[in-house]
């Protein structure tokens, strides 16, 4: 009984989540176009799952997309955006059958509003344009030089958990960001961090013994470096950073391969190493000595599923496993590199 439940459960999913689309924003968006990444709600018969749209836009304005979800990744088919209208075709292939899901929806405010209907009904669509995480989050690897001293700690840039960007309701570009310093020497606090037009600026109260002093930061970062300088009545330090996981942070296509076949998968890691393994949250994607590993746990009702990955970052590839309690699916990942970018 419980398996065919569950069954019943993973099928309404995979419906569902082939029943995956999305649109983009307004105001700003006229200059993006829906180029980007988008995070949609589909409402079917009051269940709902969220999944990601992600378009891509050429330099000739040719428009593709990509509907990302738990079970994989699936190419839109025409795909056509104008005006405030939006449509598309997904088709998803299961065995011998094959279902065919239409869009079609508005864009206005910053939001989409739709529908997709297939031979299995109607099913409403909400979504909106998903805020790329700040390039300064994360970890860094300091060496500050004051004179012909050198000393080291790690530099910790997150968001404010009381103020997500990404939460329902927020507008875009909203979002604080908090820091820590992590020293073997003395402690540390950071306050009023910003981060706008690729500088990165904060305040720092420092302790070391008896001694206290305050001191302002202000550096650039470019990629997964950071430079800059820390000031104070003391004189000025120069400060250089390295991010930590750098080799790892960016989209990876998986091609996962197991008894019941081959299908691809999208991995995101952040520059703060949590990530989206499809559409599906990652907390933290472990990364030391270029093993990675991350873990995932989810509920279908009373149904509880759990996907564990261990590989290796080896020569710009990423190979290794995933164990769910249906067994073990090979994988091999590359990175997904941006147009006019080299790898």
């Not at 799952?49 to 040719?62: A, H, P, R």
Request: hydrophobic share 35%.
């Amino acid at each position: 009984m419980k398996q065919r439940i569950f069954q019943r459960t993973v099928g309404f999913l995979a419906f569902v989540a082939l029943l995956t689309p999305l649109a983009q924003a307004s105001a700003g968006a006229a200059k993006k176009g829906i180029a980007g990444d988008w995070q949609v709600t589909v409402d079917f018969e009051g269940r709902k799952m969220t999944s990601i749209l992600s378009f891509l836009q050429d330099k000739e304005g040719k428009l593709t997309g990509k509907w990302i979800s738990f079970w994989g990744v699936t190419e839109l088919r025409d795909l056509k955006y104008e005006g405030k209208q939006l449509s598309f075709l997904q088709v998803y292939q299961m065995g011998e059958n094959e279902t065919r899901v239409n869009f079609t929806g508005t864009i206005e405010k910053q939001k989409l509003s739709g529908v997709l209907s297939s031979d299995r009904g109607e099913s409403k669509v909400e979504g909106k344009r998903i805020i790329p995480m700040p390039a300064a989050m994360g970890s860094w690897d300091m060496k500050v030089k004051a004179g012909d001293r050198e000393f080291t700690g790690t530099l910790i840039i997150k968001a404010d958990k009381e103020d997500d960007p990404n939460a329902p309701g927020k507008p875009a570009g909203a979002g604080k960001l908090v820091g820590e310093w992590q020293s073997e020497r003395g402690e540390h606090e950071i306050t009023d961090v910003s981060f706008k037009g690729g500088k990165l600026t904060f305040d720092r109260k420092s302790k070391i013994d008896d001694r206290q002093w305050e001191s302002t930061f202000s550096g650039t970062v470019k990629g997964h470096t950071l430079s800059g300088a820390f000031k104070s009545e003391r004189g000025e330090s120069t400060a250089e950073g390295t991010r930590i996981g750098a080799a790892l942070v960016g989209k990876w296509e998986l091609e996962i391969t197991s008894e019941r076949g081959t299908r691809t998968q999208l991995l995101q890691v952040n520059p703060d190493l949590s990530g989206l393994y499809g559409s599906t949250a990652v907390k933290k994607v472990d990364f030391k000595d270029g093993q990675a590993a991350f873990n995932i746990a989810l509920e279908f009702g009373e149904q509880k599923f759990e996907i564990d990955f261990k590989g290796k970052l080896e020569d710009k590839k990423l190979t290794g496993e995933l164990t769910t309690s249906r067994g073990t699916q090979k994988v091999i990942g590359k990175k997904v590199v941006p147009a006019g970018k080299k790898g």
